[in-house]
Antibody, heavy 118, light 107 residues
Framework: QMQLVQSGAEVKKPGSSVNISCEAS????????LHWLRQAPGQAPEWMGW????????HNAQKFQDRVTFTRDTPMTTVYMHLSSLRSDDTAMYFC???????????WGPGTLVTVSS | DIQMTQSPASVSAFVGDGVTMTCRAS??????VVWYQQKPGKAPKSLIS???YLQSGVPSRFSGSGSGTDFTLTISSLQPEDSATYYC?????????FGGGTKVEIK
């Protein structure tokens, strides 16, 4: 049974960047879509985009335009999300999640809290 | 973007009651809806995909229906562990979008 392990909480200044990692344990996500979502306090989840670890192809929601980048390491066991030009409204819990054959996000990481504050 | 509107925002019911919540899409999304359950401090858990297909391990008291623009999630006999917020999410178009959620509380 695959589990996703995410990096720890971050506190960032406005205008700075954050890098969050998501590592698979117990199985591999190499050939699956790996999605990133975020959830601001008291709000619904928001989908940010995906990466396919085996070839590094990625797609992000237009809302984030050039602010977000998804990458993976060569062993394809860890993926990363880089979000730049942080603003206070980027304060949220950030999740990675795999997509199963029924198009649902079936395995989720525990989340990484990013707080943006001056 | 496809907007997903859930109602009611919250519902309170007794253990054993039936609970129904709805989700309306801003355009036809076929049956491309997933329902999630989220408890405080936890990641969402998928319950139903394709509008009506129960995910493995999900109790049979949960059911989903609908197609096109209108979808329903029903809990046939509410249990204490069902206290949570429920979200619908469409995967018919990009970006994938979520409804605002329905919070289910136990009286």
């Amino acid at each position: 049974q695959m589990q996703l392990v995410q990096s720890g909480a971050e506190v960032k200044k406005p205008g700075s960047s954050v890098n969050i990692s998501c590592e698979a344990s117990g199985d591999t996500f190499t050939y699956r879509y790996l999605h990133w979502l975020r959830q601001a306090p008291g709000q619904a989840p928001e989908w940010m985009g995906w990466i396919t670890p085996f070839n590094g192809y990625s797609h992000n929601a237009q809302k984030f335009q050039d602010r977000v980048t998804f990458t993976r390491d060569t062993p394809m066991t860890t993926v990363y999300m880089h979000l730049s030009s942080l603003r206070s409204d980027d304060t949220a819990m950030y999740f990675c999640a795999t997509e199963d054959g029924s198009n649902s996000f079936d395995t989720w990481g525990p989340g990484t809290l990013v707080t943006v504050s001056s | 973007d496809i907007q997903m509107t859930q109602s009611p925002a919250s519902v309170s019911a007794f253990v054993g009651d039936g609970v129904t919540m709805t989700c309306r899409a801003s355009q036809d999304i076929n049956n491309h809806v997933v329902w999630y359950q989220q408890k405080p401090g936890k990641a969402p858990k998928s319950l139903i995909s394709g509008a009506s297909y129960l995910q493995s391990g999900v109790p049979s008291r949960f059911s989903g229906s609908g197609s096109g623009t209108d979808f329903t999630l029903t809990i046939s006999s509410l249990q204490p562990e069902d206290s949570a917020t429920y979200y619908c999410q469409q995967y018919n178009g990009s970006p994938r979008t979520f409804g605002g959620g329905t919070k289910v509380e136990i009286k």
